[in-house]
């Protein structure tokens, strides 16, 4: 009996350990999220991190090893909203974009998403251009954000183009996608300007109607 109960202990200590080494996963990659936007990628630093997830900065190097590779990851998690492992493409928001057979209702419906994304990815995208210019780490990463942006407006250009309805070229809508979202402008019109996101959705469904059908 005992060498049962041991073994069922010793399972739970093992689900328990695992929980807390995800929960603490979790809180480091938000802290990092939020301190990256708010002081800079560069003058943010691992214990910095640690200390606003209250963690042991050992924790955090068990967990990521570097500050690029938790970069990394607090962009993946900005940019999809959570640290689930699907990829964007494939959440149902971005499937029932490309399942609307209208394109210009597509256009539209792809403007109110991307305006999320903005919202949710623009201060951290900006904290990695700010530090692009003097780290390597930094700069990598910001051709691989733009990277698979531009892999990501292909897609949509590519089932545009399947529709019969585009007046541009395929290579066209892709490079005006991605020129129109890589943050910019949401943080001038609505950062700064002060338009709501839905003001801004529908304007930038508007251009895209009008620029690309």
Same mark, same amino acid.
């Given at each position: 009996?005992?060498q049962?109960?041991g073994g069922v +202990?010793?399972?739970?200590d093992?689900t328990r350990?695992?929980q807390?080494?995800l929960e603490?996963?979790?809180r480091?990659?938000?802290?990092?999220?939020?301190?990256?936007a708010?002081r800079?990628?560069?003058?943010?630093?691992?214990?910095?991190?640690?200390?606003s997830a209250?963690?042991?900065v050992?924790t955090?190097? @068990?967990?990521? +090893?570097n500050k690029?590779?938790l970069?990394?990851?607090a962009w993946?998690v900005?940019?999809?909203? #959570?640290?689930?492992?699907?990829?964007?493409l494939?959440?149902p928001?971005?499937r029932?974009?490309f399942?609307?057979p209208d394109l210009?209702?597509r256009?539209r +419906?792809?403007?109110?998403?991307n305006? $999320?994304?903005?919202?949710?990815t623009? !201060?951290?995208?900006?904290a990695?251009?700010? !530090?692009?210019?003097?780290?390597?780490? !930094?700069?990598?990463?910001?051709?691989?954000?733009d990277?698979?942006?531009l892999e990501?407006?292909?897609?949509h250009?590519?089932? @545009?183009?399947?529709?019969?309805?585009?007046g541009?070229?395929e290579?066209?809508?892709?490079?005006?996608?991605w020129?129109t979202?890589? $943050?910019?402008?949401?943080?001038?019109l609505v950062?700064?300007?002060?338009?709501t #996101?839905?003001?801004y !959705?529908?304007?930038?469904?508007d251009?895209?109607v009008a620029?690309?059908t």
């Open positions: 009996m005992s049962v109960t +202990k010793r399972r739970y093992s350990r695992q807390q080494a603490n996963r979790r480091i990659v938000r802290a990092a999220c939020e301190l990256f708010e800079g990628y560069g003058r943010t630093t691992l214990a910095d991190i640690a200390a209250g963690v042991a050992e955090v190097y @068990a967990a990521f +090893k690029p590779a970069l990394h990851r993946d900005t940019v999809v909203g #959570d640290d689930c492992d699907i990829q964007l494939d959440r928001e971005l029932e974009v399942d609307e210009p209702t256009l +419906k792809l403007a109110v998403v305006t $999320g994304l903005m919202r949710r623009t !201060a951290l995208r900006r990695v251009e700010d !530090a692009a210019a003097t780290d390597q780490a !930094a700069a990598d990463m910001l051709a691989e954000i990277r698979q942006r990501s407006m292909a897609a250009a590519e089932a @545009a183009q399947a529709t019969g309805r585009l541009v070229s290579v066209e809508c892709r490079d005006v996608l020129t979202t890589d $943050g910019s402008l949401w943080h001038g950062r700064l300007r002060g338009w #996101d839905e003001r !959705a529908r304007w930038l469904g251009l895209w620029q690309l």
